[in-house]
């Protein structure tokens, strides 16, 4: 197995980092290449192939055996110091609330939509796929309701008054995520300092509310989008704290591997995680020249998000359920091949999109990343906008100039098209192990099963690199 993954990993090297000098600008999304990008499209495709063709020869079984943790060390870690984080966490969330109703009203330099947008949704989120799950302790919620549990002479930790119904897992997330996802990419103007105040602690006391009511664990769980995101992209991570025989340690494994052991989502958790790609998908799709020339509105002249909510909003919910329509099609015609059973297979193999959502998450957000980090700095400088130099940043002044650079452009690029080709083949080699799970008539049908979800994986990453070639407007 390790020689085979080695050529596959060389061919799909050689493929991806092969290509064309390409000059490139900026656009509010990432860049417009202005020469053919065939090469990139067709390299990116393919790779996906080979690796396919490579694990095709490669039992299930192995996979799952190669994937058990390598290393395990004592980690020891103090209550009191998560009990600590946590508060600081909460006092953070209040300031930063703060802010935005008290601070500049420029959002460039206001910390609360840095932190909510780019430190938040997009490092926060890429960092649970290398460090595992530590949104457990630094939500802003477990302080204060672990708090106000002791004032009432509870338990810290517990369930609530009312017991939550284990069959609506998933859909409260679902709906949550989707005002999420409108509030950033259709709302008239998401990072205004005061209008993201106004909903970040209306966001945040629902769920008080929420976890008061059912209990911390069984809402967050059930219910917070974030939550449930968070835990599973955490599976991705190389690391993760476990119990084992009583005591707490810090496991090793190769990326990805707990996804090979972990439990199959419900349904409704299984559309929320699609729900995630989708919303990503769509964000790189709503500013192409193609969505806006599709929906009557001049590219070069984009009037503002007021002439495109109503599409915006339809074309949200579309691309959520056009995707799930894929995927369930590629399940059904997989499962009918291999004579398997539908609904587990749907539930077990989108733990398989898990890698992809990640390479999409990091490839779309990289430049914003890279270029609101900087602004973040500015904004955590001066957080209220008095004039204030907490960090000793006065003189700092954020630069653009890695993106002037054909050279450093074309870098980068090249880094957003491996990230994606490496997230798929991550996602066909978790897809190829997870069907060890499910119960075939021989290894013939197993293999069968795979064709159809193989054959997704590559049109969604020749989609994915047409984005990122994709010129943009607005």
């Known amino acids: 197995m390790p020689r085979q ?17 390409a000059w490139a600008h900026t656009a509010e999304r990432g860049f417009i290449l202005l020469l053919p990008t065939e090469y990139y499209l067709l390299g990116g495709t393919l790779s996906v192939a080979v690796s396919f063709a490579v694990l095709i020869v490669v039992a299930p079984r192995r996979i799952v055996e190669r994937a058990a943790p390598r290393l395990t060390l004592p980690w020891p870690r103090a209550a009191w110091l998560d009990d600590g984080i946590a508060a600081l966490s909460f006092m953070m969330f209040a300031f930063l609330i703060y802010c935005g109703v008290e601070g500049t009203r420029d959002p460039l330099t206001n910390p609360l939509p840095q932190a909510v947008w780019t430190i938040g949704w997009v490092g926060v989120t890429i960092l649970h796929a290398v ?3 530590f949104w457990t302790v630094l939500n802003p919620w477990r302080f204060p309701v672990r708090l106000l549990r002791r004032a009432a002479g509870l338990t810290a930790v517990g369930d609530g008054p009312i017991s939550l119904p284990a069959r609506i897992t998933g859909w409260p997330a679902i709906a949550f995520f989707l005002a999420i996802a409108w509030f950033e990419l259709v709302d008239l103007a998401p990072d205004d300092p005061d209008r993201l105040a106004v909903a970040a602690a209306g966001y945040w006391l ?6 008061l009511t059912f209990g911390e664990a069984r809402w967050l769980n059930a219910a917070e989008p ?7 992209l955490a599976l991705i991570a190389p690391v993760a704290v476990e119990r084992r025989d009583g005591n707490r340690c810090l496991s090793f494994a190769w990326p990805g591997a707990r996804i090979l052991q972990a439990e199959a989502p419900p349904v409704p958790v299984a559309l929320f995680l699609l729900l995630t790609l989708a919303t990503v998908s769509f964000d790189g799709l709503n500013m192409t020249f193609w969505w806006l020339g599709l929906n009557g509105i001049n590219p070069l002249e984009f009037p503002g998000r007021s002439a495109v909510t109503g599409v915006n909003s339809v074309g949200l919910a579309a691309a959520w359920i056009a995707l799930a329509a894929l995927y369930g099609a590629a399940v059904w015609l997989g499962q009918k091949l291999g004579r398997g059973e539908f609904l587990t297979a749907f539930r077990l193999f989108v733990l398989s999109i898990l890698p992809i959502s990640l390479a999409y998450h990091l490839s779309h957000y990289l430049t914003v990343l890279m270029v609101n980090g900087q602004w973040a700095l500015v904004a955590a400088n001066d957080p209220l906008g008095r004039g204030a130099n907490l960090l000793g940043l006065e003189s700092f002044r954020v630069t653009t100039s890695f993106l002037n650079v054909a050279e450093d452009v074309e870098r980068l690029w090249q880094f957003q098209v491996a990230v994606i080709v490496l997230g798929h083949i991550l996602a066909v080699v978790l897809a190829h192990g997870l069907s060890a799970r499910l119960t075939y008539r021989t290894q013939r049908f197993q293999t069968l099963d795979q064709f159809p979800m193989a054959l997704l994986m590559i049109l969604y990453t020749l989609f994915g690199l047409w984005l990122l070639s994709s010129p943009t407007g607005g």
């Open 226 to 232: 974030l939550t449930i995101l968070f835990r599973y």
């Open 131 to 133: 460090l595992g799950n």
């Open 206 to 211: 629902i769920h008080l509310l929420g976890v």
């Open 5 to 21: 993954l080695l050529l596959g990993m060389g061919l799909i090297l050689a493929v991806v980092l092969y290509g064309t000098a």
